[in-house]
């Protein structure tokens, strides 16, 4: 089984709808990641959290919202999407003792 | 402005032969550099990393080189083989940060 997991995997949704993505990862690692990649750039880091409690903007965090349920658990909200948010998501963990980080096969969004 | 670059958006090499792949970057504070790998569909996998304490890091088939002065690293992989054929990234760090800077990718295609 997949050590870090990501649904949908894609999905297409009309501008103005709100949209979760979720990830789950069985490493029991503290912290975790959304990024999103869009041709032409290189990954994008939009909010990450270190542990339950602490959740911190990225580079691009405009437009979306996450949330920590639980260790294992970090999904990324679009409030009220639009087609600019069209790229491809990105979930991460890593350890508190090293930089590697493992990502989960991504989510595919198309807005309309 | 892109505080790491891949100024090659592909390579075509042929089996067998040394493939190298390169990255640049900015920020003279950066000093922990990580190679992924990614296949379409797929999620980036960890490939090695180097410190900014040493300039060559080897795993096998895999070395990355690191020249702090030139702020530039590379990634050579001999004998290229067909299965290395994907999109490879460079993404650097600095201290503690724990947060990645990525390069936008160059698509390795190893040709039998």
């Known amino acids: 089984d997949a050590d870090v997991t990501q649904t949908p995997r894609n999905r297409i949704t009309k501008t103005g709808k709100r949209i979760m993505l979720e990830c789950s990862q069985t490493?029991?690692?503290?912290?975790m990641y959304w990024y999103r990649q869009d041709p032409g750039l290189g990954l994008r880091l939009i909010y990450y959290?270190?542990?339950?409690?602490?959740?911190n903007k990225g580079e691009i965090s405009d437009g979306y919202s996450v949330s920590r349920q639980a260790q294992a658990k970090f999904s990324l909200s679009l409030e009220s999407a639009i087609p600019n948010q069209t790229a491809l998501y990105f979930c991460?963990?890593?350890?508190?003792?090293?930089?590697?980080?493992?990502f989960g096969p991504g989510t595919r969004l198309l807005v309309l | 402005d892109q505080q790491v670059k891949q100024n090659s958006p592909s390579l075509s090499v042929q089996e067998g032969r040394i493939s190298i792949l390169n990255c640049d970057y900015t920020?003279?504070?950066?000093?922990?550099f990580l190679w992924y790998k990614k296949y379409p569909a797929e999620g980036p996998t960890f490939l090695i990393s180097?410190?900014?304490i040493k300039d060559k890091n080897e795993d096998g088939r895999f070395t990355v080189f690191l020249n702090k002065s030139a702020k530039h690293l590379s990634l050579h992989i001999v004998p290229s083989q067909p299965g290395d054929s994907a999109v490879y990234f460079c993404?650097?760090?600095?201290?503690?940060?724990?947060?990645?800077?990525w390069g936008a990718g160059t698509k390795l295609i190893i040709k039998p």
């Open positions: 180097i410190s900014s």
């Open positions: 993404a650097a760090s600095e201290g503690s940060n724990y947060q990645l800077i």
């Open positions: 490493k029991g690692h503290d912290r």
């Open positions: 959290s270190f542990d339950v409690k602490d959740i």
């Open positions: 920020n003279s504070m950066f000093d922990y």
């Open positions: 991460a963990t890593s350890d508190l003792t090293q930089e590697t980080q493992y």
